[in-house]
T-cell receptor, first 114, second 109 residues
């Protein structure tokens, strides 16, 4: 059973398009995250949702909009894609009040903007 | 704010060599500390963790000890294998998770 899943795994698109990445977790966690990993493997948090409410919104362009229909899902919609958006995007989840607050990661979505 | 600093890579070792990847942290309170591993083409996986001073986390032959006096959580392995080639991330969690920049390890046969 996959704990945190993301679709699609690969996404190739043209500049200016709008695209979405979906994330689902079956761990019963109350908090979900989106991270961006650049080509040098640096991991940057973008958003964090706790019980469907936004709790972290780091400095990202407002072209990026997360949507959480329920606790188990956190989708990422990107408008007007730019070349610099090319990266690997990871979804993660955690249980915020657990002793460790460790995060569980999805397999990633590699976005390539041409 | 909280932060993690880990040694820059890449690190290249021969099989059976000893590994140390340094990690130091800055935090206002008492964070939990983690090492995550990312194998090529995959997401991050938790490797080991520790929640309080002097705790030792261990898994798959890797170890790290939570040192409050030196604010460190160095990753060690006595004998690396080719299959250990990956990117390793040190992280802390106090209010939110903070990751280091990652260290790429390549182990040659």
């Amino acid at each position: 059973d996959t704990a945190v899943s993301q679709t699609p795994k690969y996404l190739v698109t043209q500049m200016g398009n709008d695209k979405s990445i979906k994330c689902e977790q079956n761990l019963g966690h109350d908090t979900m995250y989106w991270y961006k990993q650049d080509s040098k493997k640096f991991l940057k948090i973008m958003f964090s949702y706790n019980n469907k409410e936004l709790i972290i919104n780091e400095t990202v362009p407002n072209r990026f909009s997360p949507k959480s229909p329920d606790k188990a899902h956190l989708n990422l919609h990107i408008n007007s894609l730019e070349l610099g958006d090319s990266a690997v995007y990871f979804c993660a989840s955690s249980q915020r009040d657990s002793p460790y607050n460790e995060q569980f990661f999805g397999p990633g979505t590699r976005l390539t903007v041409l | 704010g909280d932060s993690v600093t880990q040694m820059e890579g890449p690190v290249t070792l021969s099989e059976e060599a000893c590994l140390t990847i340094n990690c130091t942290y800055t935090a206002t309170g008492y964070p939990s500390l983690f090492w995550y591993v990312q194998y090529p083409g995959e997401g991050l996986q938790l490797l080991l963790k520790a929640t309080k001073a002097d705790d030792k986390g261990s898994n798959k032959g890797f170890e790290a000890t939570y040192r409050k006096e030196t604010t460190s959580f160095h990753l060690e392995k006595g004998s690396v294998q080719v299959s250990d080639s990956a990117v390793y991330f040190c992280a802390l969690s106090e209010y939110d998770m903070r990751f280091g920049a990652g260290t790429r390890l390549t182990v040659k046969p």
